[in-house]
Every structure is written in structure tokens, then in C-alpha cells.
């Protein structure tokens, strides 16, 4: 609609699944211009900067896919973003702060990215969509914000938005155990109200059990905990790099120090049947999280088990009707 309107626009996308299908985007859409594959800040930044100049032949921006002459391009590799302080606060202000409401309960709510990657690479994960497929390392390259950089912006989120409740979407806040414990002290140190949870690994929770107390009184009040399996051999084989013994040690600490959990679990993988299933749902009940979150196995384009498939000829991407993939 916005082509025929104005032909001369440029129309520009990124992120989860445009960047491992980009391709395909440029194929099936004549409409887009320009996919951003991976993180998108410095080549949108580039892009821009080049269009300006009117520039024909955009196949030397690192990060960018586009057409010549109706023929597919791809930019080299973009280069990660080594420190994300670099990188500014979100536009607050142009938004409805007050607004936002998680859960249907949490009134006063924003969600923050205060890193960026996961060092556990699990083989079904949705995010690999978001990084370049042809340098899959990127995606288990974990980066975080410093400590006052994240506190930063939980006091401007506070105390000049009115912010009382924040969910670190970070598939691993809890990577490293000194920062985990700075960003405590500080919101304590400043004296910041704000509820928080985080999502985490359980090799990572059980070597912070100590600092658990802490971080309650910090603010957190909510905890997830990533389970989907029961037994080591599979959890192996998903490229979880957890095991059920951390599993059980992590949920029971948190319990303890009064930190409620959130445990997902999964269903629908190509070794499952009902006896697998049942003792899924048995160890669910042993370990028994507050929140009990299943989801079912979904290929996502660019993960390894999106690859698998295809390789495999099971999964035929240009068949594929993408408005029905979702989570169930």
C-alpha cells in the first residue's frame, strides 16, 4: 500500500526471521527494499547515510541484503556490537509509558534487553532468527550493558515514567554472577522501587544462590527458569548445557529465598510419545515451579533444528505459509 502511494519510499525490515530468511523476504516481497540481517543499529545507520548520498549499489553495507537489477545481494558479515553502552536509551518519551500492562496485572510495566546473545544455544531457540545465519557463533556471543548502564535506565524508567514492574526479556540476565550482584547493590544504593524478573539458566542460578537474598531485596520477585525436559540425555541433545540436577537445585532455592518461578517446559519433539510426555509432566510435578509454562516444539527459521529439517527434506521453506507459525 505504501509503494503505490509513493513509489519512491524506501521500505527497510529486520529482525526475528527477516534476518535468517532474507532471501526469501526480497524474493516473495517486491514491495521490501532492504532486509538488515542481524543487529540492526549501525547498518540502519550505514543505510541511511547511503541512500542519502544516492548510492545505486548498496552489496558493500556489511549486514544488508538488497537488489541489483532485480538480483539478490548480500552485504559481508556485520561485525557485533562489542559494548552495547554505546548505544542509547530507547525514545521514552515518545510513548505511552503509563500505559502498559503485563500480565493483564502489572500495571506500570515495561520489558528491557539489557544483553544480548545466550552461551547456551539451544537447538529450537526463536532468537537465532535475529543473527546472520552465516556466522552462527554470533547468536552464543553473550554481551551485556555495564551494571550503572542497566540501573541507569531503571531510575529514568521510575522516576520519570512511573515504571513499577520490569521483565528482563534477556534470554540470560543471569550470565555473570558480578554483574547480577552490581545491579542489585546499585538499585539498592539509589534507592530505586521497581519489581523485577528476570529469565535465566539453572547452571547459572545455582552459583548465585548466595547472592538470592540479595537480589530480593532488590526487587526481584519473579524468576524463570528454563526447563523444557526431563532427563540429562535429551537436555544434552537440545544443546541446553544444563542438567536435572540444576534444574531441581535452582527452583528449590529460589522457593526457599521466596523468589517465585516460572518453569517452561516442552512438548512435540520427533523422539516424544506418550510415555516421554507423562514423565515430562511427572518431573514438572517434582520440581514443581509456581508457573507451569508449556510450549509446543516449533521450527523457527534459522535454528539449528529449522536446518535440521530441511536438510532432513521435512521442512520445505518456500511451502512454508509463516502467518500460521507461532508458539502453539
Same mark, same amino acid.
Given at each position: ?11 527497510? /525490515? ?5 534476518s535468517a530468511l532474507y532471501k526469501e523476504t526480497l524474493k516473495d516481497n517486491p514491495a521490501i527494499d532492504f532486509?538488515?540481517?542481524? &543487529? ?9 547515510? #547511503? ?8 552489496? =558493500?553495507?556489511?549486514? $544488508? ?11 559481508? %558479515? ?21 500505559? !502498559?500492562?503485563? %500480565? ?11 544483553? =544480548? ?8 531457540? !526463536? ?12 547468536? /552464543?556471543?553473550?554481551?551485556? %550493558? ?8 531503571? #531510575? ?22 558480578e554483574l547480577v550482584e552490581n545491579v542489585s547493590r546499585e538499585i539498592i544504593k539509589r534507592n530505586i522501587k ?22 530480593? &531485596? ?6 524463570? /527458569? ?17 542438567? /536435572? ?9 529460589? =522457593?526457599? %529465598? ?15 510419545? #506418550? ?10 510435578? #517434582? ?21 535440521? $529439517?530441511?536438510?532432513?527434506? =521435512? ?14
Open positions: 500500500l505504501v509503494k503505490k502511494i509513493n513509489p519512491q519510499i524506501k521500505t527497510i /525490515v529486520g529482525g526475528l526471521w527477516y532486509v538488515i540481517v542481524g &543487529e540492526p543499529e549501525l547498518t540502519l545507520g550505514e543505510l541511511l547515510g #547511503e541512500i542519502k548520498k544516492g548510492t545505486k549499489d548498496f552489496s =558493500r553495507v556489511a549486514g $544488508l541484503a538488497s537488489r541489483i537489477n532485480d538480483k539478490i545481494v548480500v552485504g559481508p %558479515h556485520r561485525q557485533l556490537i562489542s559494548d552495547l553502552d554505546t548505544l542509547p536509551f530507547p525514545a521514552y518519551d515518545l510513548f505511552p509509558m503509563d500505559k !502498559y500492562v503485563g %500480565h493483564t496485572c502489572w500495571d506500570n510495566f515495561c520489558e528491557l534487553m539489557t544483553s =544480548r546473545g545466550c552461551p547456551g544455544g539451544c537447538s529450537f531457540c !526463536y532468537e537465532w532468527s535475529q543473527y546472520d545465519p552465516r556466522a552462527p557463533k554470533d547468536f /552464543v556471543s553473550w554481551r551485556s %550493558h555495564s551494571a550503572k548502564r542497566i540501573v541507569d535506565e531503571l #531510575e529514568l524508567l521510575t522516576k520519570k515514567f512511573g515504571v513499577k514492574t520490569v521483565v528482563f526479556q534477556d534470554d540470560a540476565f543471569n550470565v555473570k554472577k521497581i519489581n523485577w524478573v528476570i529469565l535465566g539458566r539453572a547452571d547459572d542460578w545455582v552459583k548465585q544462590i548466595d547472592i538470592f537474598d540479595l537480589m530480593r &531485596e532488590a526487587g526481584l520477585f519473579m524468576a524463570l /527458569v528454563g526447563i523444557e525436559v526431563a532427563d540429562d540425555v535429551q537436555l544434552k541433545k537440545l544443546g541446553k548445557g544444563v542438567t /536435572v540436577s540444576q534444574i531441581t537445585e535452582s527452583v528449590n532455592a529460589l =522457593r526457599l %529465598h521466596k523468589i517465585a518461578t516460572v518453569g517452561t517446559f516442552m512438548i512435540g519433539f520427533d523422539e516424544d510419545n #506418550e510415555e516421554k510426555i507423562k514423565n515430562r509432566f511427572n518431573f514438572a510435578d #517434582e520440581v514443581d515451579p509456581d508457573i507451569f509454562a508449556l510450549q509446543f516444539v516449533t521450527p523457527m527459521p534459522g535454528s539449528p533444528l529449522w536446518m535440521q $529439517l530441511v536438510k532432513k527434506g =521435512r521442512l520445505k521453506p518456500d511451502e512454508i505459509d509463516l502467518k500460521k507459525w507461532d508458539f502453539q
